[in-house]
């Protein structure tokens, strides 16, 4: 019998040998990810693809896929997979929840912190040769021991955060499609507000909620005019829950004090944007989840969901469990 064909959108930073032992596999090896015609071209052939969240698996791709059986994306977010389509389909998609949960609110706070201290500022500003002596009101930043913290999504990302916010001493507000069970707010000392009451009242307001059609823009200029002037915005949920233009003037008027994004919209950020050149917004290009180990157990966690779905059995980490019987 034919080995089954398994097409890898990117070189993994795992060990392909127990997939090469059951799949003939191809990886794409270019920095870049495949071209979309490439992507059709080789899931028309594919018993399984493994990609990652800059792969487009839209409903074209996925009907070309006609002996396609699964779909495997290293990440936990799967907005870029069209994923009615491939349950009508019955094809299961994998993703990799839980092992970045801590790498992600690392991150995030790591940026809540510099963005609260204008560490990256003051970087640029030491290294210009501008630091002339000790000053009284040098580079002001905000207090992070004792504020209050918003958090809009209080999935597994949130819950991370919260826990860290409670080393600070923190007044914890999440909002959340429902409102969460009352032992882990009692956990977590978090408290259910609506967005609004949450955008009024929070001093550092952290994004943590999957992109959906109700989350798209959900940060737009109504959102940002109900934040106090010394709001924190910090993302590194996706970069489209954030109107990048309401976002440039909140942070060129003075309507926030400052922000931090990992992700925008589009990704990368184009070179034009009015974005790079505000001081007090810090960017970086995705990262959040990017540590050695994270990687490492991203990758590892979808080779198994590949091989699972090679094998016709049900995917350890499946995002639409409803395609089994
Ligand atoms: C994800 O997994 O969805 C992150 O955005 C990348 O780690």
Redesign the pocket.
């Known amino acids: 019998m034919s080995q089954p064909n398994v097409f890898i959108t990117r070189q993994l930073p795992a060990s392909l040998e127990v997939l090469k032992a059951l799949a003939s596999v191809e990886v794409w090896t270019e920095r870049q990810p495949p071209p979309y015609e490439v992507l059709l071209d080789k899931i028309r052939h594919a018993d399984g693809v493994l990609c990652l969240?800059t792969d487009p698996i839209d409903r074209p791709l996925i009907e070309s896929g006609t002996q396609l059986r699964v779909i495997s994306q290293m990440?936990?977010?799967y907005d870029n997979i069209d994923v009615g389509t491939a349950t009508a389909k019955r094809i299961p998609v994998g993703h990799?929840p839980d092992v970045?949960t801590d790498a992600?609110a690392d991150f995030a706070w790591a940026l809540l912190m510099a963005a609260a201290r204008r560490v990256v500022e003051a970087d640029r500003f030491t290294r210009a040769y501008q630091w002339q002596t000790w000053e009284p009101d040098l580079l002001l930043g905000s207090n992070i021991a004792g504020a209050t913290l918003g958090i809009i999504g209080l999935g597994r990302i949130g819950q991370a955060m919260a826990r860290r916010a409670r080393g600070f001493d923190m007044r914890i507000l999440y909002t959340n499609q429902e409102r969460c069970d009352p032992a882990l707010e009692t956990t977590l000392n978090a408290e259910f507000v609506t967005l609004d009451e949450l955008l009024q009242t929070a001093d550092f307001v952290t994004i943590h909620t999957p992109l959906t059609p109700e989350t798209h823009h959900l940060f737009s200029d109504r959102q940002f005019q109900q934040m106090p002037r010394s709001a924190v915005l910090i993302n590194t949920a996706r970069g489209t829950i954030v109107d990048p233009d309401a976002l440039y003037r909140a942070l060129a008027e003075g309507q926030i004090a400052a922000a931090a994004i990992d992700v925008t919209e589009p990704e990368p950020i184009p070179a034009d944007s009015p974005l790079l050149s505000l001081d007090n917004l810090i960017i970086t290009p995705?990262i959040?989840?990017a540590s050695r180990q994270t990687r490492e157990k991203?990758a590892t966690m979808a080779i198994a969901n590949l091989i699972a779905g090679l094998q016709g059995e049900r995917l350890p980490h499946c995002v639409n469990p409803e395609v089994y019987p």
């Open positions: 969240l990440a936990v977010g990799t970045l992600t995705h959040a989840s991203m």
